[in-house]
């Protein structure tokens, strides 16, 4: 519907000229990148790539984080402020330790937002206490305003005090994960630059720039961070103002780093610009941003919006000793009888699924069972009570669920009672695109519920 003729589209056009912003984020590898940062680029928002199982915080917190960075962003503010994890100091309160963490504000500011986030409900409960305080800041609408929920409190306040404020943390749940954010509108700015995360034709160099800049650029700061590449790895980056980085002229404001992206997906990059103004007050800026590097396989057509996204897996090894996906074939007619022995020659767990199918691919019947390092299935279809009696088989194993992983082999065996005779053969593996497809088309929207076994 975003780009291609037919009923509700396209709709790129209208949002093109149109006056809504749409904010985008996607969430694994499997997400639709490239379509995700168009919408987000022709219509003023800001993209995330969010490479789910990687980071320090699970899925819940990164996108709460992000959610803030997008209400930033439309306030104008900048991000000054950024902790995660309880603070380590602690201070005693009556008797009791109470963890402690500071926030460093500027002069001058008209409004600040500070914000507490937790993973869990009621896991912590946070006071924030002005500069020199001996009680946290009162709740005075409309210049001091406290929202909360079981997961957040956010405090919206008028010309906050410049200086040192504290935040007094009482945990509930230790395992929570927890982050502290403020942000505010300042007179130090410090952006990435808009629609500059082009790859520079001919190489692998992707271009990341901030500028910084109060009324005049910003000279003599420093920026580093990381860059979370697609496979969940982090790499140190720093940008410079030297003329050699991909940033202008040298001692501009701009501060630039040519960054070699070399595995096609998404990526997320985390920024922290330090220094001191024009006018002599110190500063920290917190930023962020994602590019895409096409040509991440992805499966040939999407389900449904919304939907979850199926994965493929490795391509199956060159002489068929291994797959994420293995083919045959089973038959109990005239008092038949098929066996198939699926084996997990790898060293760690995996979950194999057998879904069995008609001869016409109408649905018949899923199994699956945990199989651990070099284990034995033998499945006896004769003992399954299909309602077909031949058709196919299609195996698949899995990390987890809806994770395949590479790494079974398999072979099946049919005793024709009418012959008196038996066959064998192997299964056979599948490529990886044909799985993406099969499962999107086939297996997922026919088995919603499968049948856990024991092993025989």
């Known amino acids: 519907y975003w780009s ?3 009923p509700g589209g396209p709709l790129r056009p209208s949002f093109e000229t149109g006056s809504v912003r749409v904010d985008t984020v996607g969430v694994g590898q499997d997400a639709d ?11 003023g928002g800001e993209f995330r790539h969010l490479n789910e199982g990687s980071g320090s915080f699970f899925l819940l917190s990164r ?10 962003e439309v306030r104008g503010e900048q991000r000054f402020f950024y902790a995660e994890g309880i603070p380590t100091a602690t201070i005693p309160i009556h008797d009791k330790p109470r963890h402690v963490g500071y926030i460093d504000v500027e002069p001058s500011l008209d409004w600040m937002t500070v914000a507490f986030h937790s993973n869990e409900d009621n896991a912590v409960s946070v006071e924030l206490w002005p500069p020199g305080a001996s009680a946290p800041i009162p709740i005075t609408p409309p210049t001091v305003t406290l929202r909360t929920d079981p997961k957040h409190s956010v405090y919206r306040i008028r010309t906050p005090a410049a200086g040192r404020w504290l935040y007094l ?5 230790p395992s929570a994960e927890f982050f502290a954010v403020a942000s505010a509108l300042t007179s130090v700015t410090a952006k990435v630059g808009p629609r500059q995360l ?10 990341l720039r901030v500028w910084i800049a109060d009324r005049r650029s910003v000279r003599g700061a420093t920026v580093t961070g990381y860059v979370r590449r697609p496979d969940g790895v982090k790499t140190p980056v720093a940008l410079r103002d030297d003329g050699l980085s991909m940033d202008g002229a040298a001692n501009d404001g701009v501060y630039g780093l040519g960054y070699p992206a070399t595995i ?3 990526y997320f990059v985390h920024l922290e610009a330090a220094g001191t103004s024009n006018k002599g007050v110190p500063f920290t800026r917190y930023l962020s941003t994602s590019f895409v590097l096409p040509g991440e396989r992805k499966r040939p057509e999407q389900p449904g919006e919304g939907g979850h996204s199926p994965k493929g897996c490795e391509m199956a090894l060159a002489n068929g000793s291994a797959s994420c996906y293995l083919t045959g074939t089973y038959d109990l007619r005239e008092g038949a009888r098929t066996w198939l022995e699926i084996i997990n020659p790898t060293g760690h767990d995996l979950l194999v699924y057998a879904y069995f199918f008609d001869a016409n691919e109408r649905p018949q019947q899923c199994v699956y069972t945990p199989m651990s390092a070099n284990d034995l299935w033998e499945i006896s279809v004769s003992d399954l009570d299909l309602r077909a009696d031949h058709g196919v088989a299609k195996i698949i194993s899995f990390a ?28 056979h593996p599948i490529q990886s695109r044909l799985l993406t497809e099969d499962l999107a088309r086939m297996i997922e929207p026919n088995f919603r519920e499968c049948k856990k076994v024991d092993q025989r």
């Open 4 to 6: 291609k003729a037919g």
């Open 33 to 43: 990148d490239l379509l995700l940062q168009d919408v987000a680029d022709i219509t």
């Open 63 to 72: 996108l709460a984080d992000y959610y803030k960075a997008v209400d930033e």
């Open 169 to 173: 943390v009482t945990v509930n749940k």
């Open 198 to 207: 082009t790859r520079r034709p001919g190489d692998y160099l992707m271009p």
């Open 264 to 266: 096609p997906g998404g």
């Open 400 to 427: 987890k669920s809806r994770d395949p992983a590479l790494g079974v082999v398999g072979n099946q065996r049919i005793w024709f009672r009418k012959l008196q005779g038996t066959s064998e053969t192997g299964l």
